[in-house]
């Protein structure tokens, strides 16, 4: 469980980092509302991971 949480947040950041560059550069409305919903996408998921019984 703890395990899935730390992963789940490391790869928020590392999405976060990764697309934020690009977003910031172009500064793209669009662009800013597609990697939010893909983390929040991500975020969803993990959520249902997490209380979803293995």
Partial sequence: MVV???????AS????AFTAVAVIKLQDIPLTIVTLAG???MAWDLWDSIVKED
Avoid at 4 to 10: A, F, P, R
Avoid at 13 to 16: G, H, P
């Fill in 4 to 10: 899935k949480i730390v992963c789940g947040i490391i």
């Fill in 13 to 16: 950041v590392l999405l976060v």
């Fill in 39 to 41: 983390l929040g996408m």
